[in-house]
């Protein structure tokens, strides 16, 4: 069994719970919280909860470490402090930081002979896996992503983080027509402003904070400052209400030529009822793929493009060349 502990509890630590339940060779051996730990109920039964300030205790309990903290400031100090320890992996999102946050994790896990896994998830994760694929295949051509409609939990918690912010929620959509124009294979040339809307909904501690907390909201660099946002206050009732999913989801296009007139277009699409649960099942999958890498002796920081999918599927090789090839 591949024994895994979580760190952090909240949406994406339980869809990281619930894919654990997925998968018979794995176990889950504690969740780790920087709550009080007996104020958190987790959905396995059996399982204690810790501080998060006893998680080096428990090293030599866990196989792997999937750390469940926000990417605006969480992950970029949790991850390289804790692959010192463990083996890990991170959702780290925000995609201008991840040259950065690579080599952070790299030093430490280097030194340490550990491995750290980073920006794993759909978008970083399966979404940069697939535009890596498309590019090779079609040299001659131009990549698009579109995510959406739907809620972005790293933006909905970098909202959450502004003083002043009760509660949050941050919905991307894509714009129709840019959407068609690429699916057509028209290969057109889009801004970022081009692509996507974001919608955010926000309850606020009091009113009179209402303009200043749009202003932080609309001016935040790396997240919303490149795009059309509109922000919209509501009460905690209404968000409780017509809020309290995370539905996701998004396409990656490549379109071009192989010889002159000669078009194609690629396209890879989630449709996701739960944002953490489809992530938190990524981030389970390649927990496999990093105990497979300890095994072989290896170390470093690492991401989805080095890992072959026998790495991370359950099924024997025969298996696979059997039945999935």
């Known amino acids: 069994m591949i024994r895994i502990g979580i760190y952090g509890y909240g949406n994406l630590a339980?869809?990281?719970?619930?894919?654990?339940?997925?998968?018979?060779?794995?176990?889950?051996?504690?969740?780790?919280?920087r709550r009080a730990p007996e104020t958190v109920k987790i959905n396995t039964k059996g399982v204690n909860v810790y501080s998060a300030n006893d998680v080096i205790k428990h090293k030599n309990e866990i196989d792997v470490l999937i750390i469940c903290g926000g990417s605006m400031s969480d992950l970029p100090e949790m991850t390289p402090e804790l692959v010192k320890s463990f083996n890990v992996i991170d959702s780290f999102d925000t995609h201008a930081r991840i040259p950065e946050h690579y080599k952070n994790v790299d030093k430490n896990a280097m030194e340490t002979r550990h491995i750290g896994v980073i920006s794993l998830g759909w978008d970083p994760g399966m979404f940069s896996l697939n535009r890596a694929i498309m590019e090779s295949i079609l040299p001659d051509g131009e990549s698009y992503t579109f995510w959406g409609k739907g809620v972005s939990q790293g933006h909905s918690d970098a909202i959450r983080r502004i003083k002043g912010v009760l509660d949050a929620r941050q919905y991307t959509i894509p714009v129709d027509s840019a959407l068609e124009a690429v699916r057509s294979g028209k290969r057109p040339n889009l801004t970022t402003r081009e692509k996507h809307t974001r919608l955010c909904y926000v309850v606020s501690s009091d009113p009179k904070e209402n303009a200043r907390i749009e202003k932080e909201i609309k001016e935040m660099p790396n997240y919303f400052a490149d795009y059309d946002t509109t922000v919209n206050f509501i009460s905690m009732e209404e968000m409780k209400?017509?809020?309290?999913?995370?539905?996701?989801?998004g396409f990656v296009f490549r379109s071009g030529e192989t010889s002159d007139g000669v078009n194609h277009v690629i396209e890879y699409s989630l449709k996701l009822d739960s944002n953490p649960e489809f992530t938190g099942s990524v981030l389970v999958a390649y927990a496999r793929g990093v105990y497979r890498l300890v095994k072989r002796g290896e170390c470093g920081a690492r991401t989805v493009f080095?890992?072959?999918p026998r790495d991370i599927s359950k099924l024997s090789y025969e298996d696979m060349l059997a039945h999935t090839l």
């Open 14 to 33: 339980r869809g990281v719970e619930a894919a654990i339940k997925k998968n018979d060779d794995m176990e889950l051996v504690g969740v780790f919280t």
């Open 241 to 249: 209400k017509n809020h309290s999913g995370i539905p996701h989801g």
């Open 306 to 308: 080095d890992f072959a």
